[in-house]
């Protein structure tokens, strides 16, 4: 395995791994930013008040994109199974 290979399979991984979380983490920020902007408006500082929406959408945000999250992080995993001859091989 060259150099080259693994900065190649280790880019890939970083890729996915943005790719599976974004969807999830823009959810979590859209909410919290909502929240606070509804706090500031109506001058409610309580820091929990933000929590539970937060994760309700999170959990729809899952249930939506769940499905395409699992179909790439499997197709990433058959992909890495089927570079193992060609890395051990060392082309």
């Given amino acids: 395995m060259t150099p080259e290979q693994v900065i190649d399979i280790g880019h890939d991984g970083l890729i996915i791994a943005a790719k599976l979380c974004a969807p999830l983490l823009v959810t979590a920020l859209v909410v919290g930013f909502a929240i ?3 706090q500031s408006i109506t001058q409610v500082q309580e820091m929990t008040i ?10 729809i945000a899952l249930l939506v994109c769940g499905h395409w999250m699992i179909n ?3 197709a990433f995993t058959n992909e890495l199974f089927a570079r193992i001859p060609g890395l051990l091989a060392g082309g």
């Fill in 72 to 74: 790439e992080i499997v």
């Fill in 50 to 59: 933000s929590f539970v929406p937060k994760l309700v959408a999170v959990g």
């Fill in 36 to 38: 606070s902007l509804l």
